[in-house]
């Protein structure tokens, strides 16, 4: 590894012992709930909350003011990719200007786009360009404040792991609330209602944010490089964990053949053979899964939490098996439930592995790799999944899906790093 005067060596990081966390009991078993942890918690929830009212109201303003249904498509395609190429930077810039910052500065960058589309689509309908431009800012927002959300939680939760399930708990119930209360408001009132909710949010997180007390670390305070030069440093990190990338490097075959077409594919099956009231309630099983899997993760605490996390996806191939061969709709509410458990407690397990293994002063650009690895995978694999459908069948395409999840299952517990990482 190269180490230069003005970086700070990870092998080092590594060694200094963990600050005490600002707020939490230092006598006896450590106290989740800290004045930081309560801040972040509501920085989250009503962050997650916005972010599921975005699709539900751009799809109500742009088809009510006669626009196509591919113009919802353009609106959030082009967020994603506004994420997926600025969030390798996001991830320098965290290190470099510390999380805290960037994040605030990303709700403030959003705050004032979410409040433009409300004011435009309560009056009638924005031009289709200025709709584009604000949704890629919002996802340039977006990658300047996710891969802070990795770095703060270990340096405001004296549990890592049960903060990780909380979290996740608060987000599946989030993701449920977010469409709803976007439809209701549309209903009562219009789109601009539900962009104003969001607009909301992001400044009660920005005050969240502005509230936290996080000790410094020395990494804080050190010289950095070049924007390029720490994302090449950043590399290096990543690649000198065999354990990190080998997961990485599975997971994104796991996003191209199931994650990413699973989605569209579940959509479009279920909803032409049972109607979209069954694939809302599935969606709500698949979200409830996700609750039960969070809260599993805050009772059990395996010594060995990527292989338990692999022993976990399991549930994700009887999931597919039962949507691919046509099961009847409770077993097909059994299988989501089942897969939105097996996934949740899965990225509980990763999320901790990481967040406690990588030095602090790397943790943002790697959080950021992996983000941007699964979300471009991700997005090729839904892209090909219409047309690969269309020529094989959607059924034999999810039956494959499943039998491609068991081989990432098996192929997680047989790299020996994977397989043998401890909690720490």
Not at 4 to 11: A, G, I, L, V
Not at 349 to 377: E, I
């Amino acid at each position: 590894m190269l180490v230069t005067d003005n970086t700070y060596k990870s092998e080092a990081a590594e060694r200094i012992p963990p600050r005490p966390v600002p707020g939490a009991a230092q006598d006896g078993p450590p106290a989740l709930w800290n004045r930081n942890f309560r801040l972040f918690f509501v920085a989250r929830a009503v962050a997650v909350l916005g972010e599921g009212m975005v699709p539900v109201a751009f799809a109500a303003g742009l088809i009510g003011a006669g626009h196509s249904g591919a113009s919802v498509g353009y609106a959030l395609g082009l967020w994603t990719a506004a994420f997926a190429v600025f969030v390798l930077f996001g991830g320098v810039l965290a290190d470099r200007f510390t999380a805290r910052r960037m994040m605030i500065v990303a709700d403030l960058v959003r705050l004032p786009g979410a409040l433009l589309l409300a004011f435009t689509f309560a009056l009638g309908s924005p031009p289709l360009w200025a709709v584009y431009v604000l949704s890629a800012v919002s996802g340039i927002g977006a990658a300047l404040f996710q891969p802070g959300v990795a770095s703060t939680i270990p340096r405001i939760a004296p549990d890592v792991q049960r903060a990780n399930a909380v979290l996740r708990v608060v987000e599946a119930l989030m993701t449920m609330a977010g469409p709803a209360l976007a439809g209701l408001l549309v209903a009562l009132w219009n789109a601009g209602a539900a962009f104003a909710v969001n607009a909301v949010t992001f400044a009660v997180s920005a005050v969240c944010f502005l509230l936290l007390r996080i000790a410094p670390v020395p990494s804080d305070d050190v010289r950095r490089g070049s924007l390029f030069s720490e994302m090449a440093l950043g590399w290096r990190e990543f690649a000198s964990r065999s354990w990190l990338w080998g997961v990485i490097a599975i997971w994104t075959v796991y996003g191209l053949t199931v994650a990413g077409p699973m989605v569209p594919l579940t959509a479009s099956l279920v909803t032409e053979d049972h109607g979209s009231a069954t694939y809302g309630v599935l969606m709500a099983a698949g979200g409830a899964g996700s609750a039960a899997g969070g809260l599993l993760a805050l009772r059990l605490r395996p010594v060995r939490p990527l292989a338990a996390g692999a022993v976990a996806l399991l549930g994700l191939p009887v999931n597919l098996l039962l949507l691919g061969t046509g099961a009847p709709v409770p077993l097909l509410y059994a299988g989501q439930f089942l897969g939105g458990a097996a996934f949740a407690f899965w990225l509980v397990m990763w999320s901790t592995s990481v967040q406690t293994h990588v030095p602090q002063d790397a943790l943002n650009r790697m959080h950021a790799y992996d983000v941007a690895g699964s979300l471009l995978m991700m997005g090729v694999g839904r892209a090909l999944s219409g047309p690969v459908a269309d020529a094989a069948g959607t059924e034999r395409v999810l039956l494959v899906g499943a039998a491609i999840a068991l081989l990432v299952v098996a192929a997680l517990l047989a790299v020996r790093p994977i397989r043998t990482l401890r909690r720490v």
